[in-house]
């Protein structure tokens, strides 16, 4: 997912570590593996950084990958 990010300037509006967050959260998605009690959760944090996103500006930079991950796959068809 992060890899994605680097072919669009749109993603350079969001701080690396939010990336990283999002990217995971997106993968997740992707993977049916986000169970419903984390995405309750209403703080992500990259414990490595003591950073701590909102729901909602993870959710904001997902869409980006999303979006991004749509576009590829339907290239490839």
Partial sequence: M???GLLDSK???FNPS???VAAIYTAKKYLNMHNS??????NFMLNDYN??????????CAQCFNQL?????KSKL
Avoid: F, G, N, R
């Fill in 11 to 13: 993603m350079s509006q």
């Fill in 69 to 73: 991950a749509t576009l590829i796959y």
């Fill in 37 to 42: 009690e984390s995405s309750q959760s209403s």
């Fill in 51 to 60: 950073v701590t996103w909102s729901l909602d500006q993870v959710k904001s």
């Fill in 2 to 4: 992060l890899e994605l």
């Fill in 18 to 20: 939010l990336q990283a």
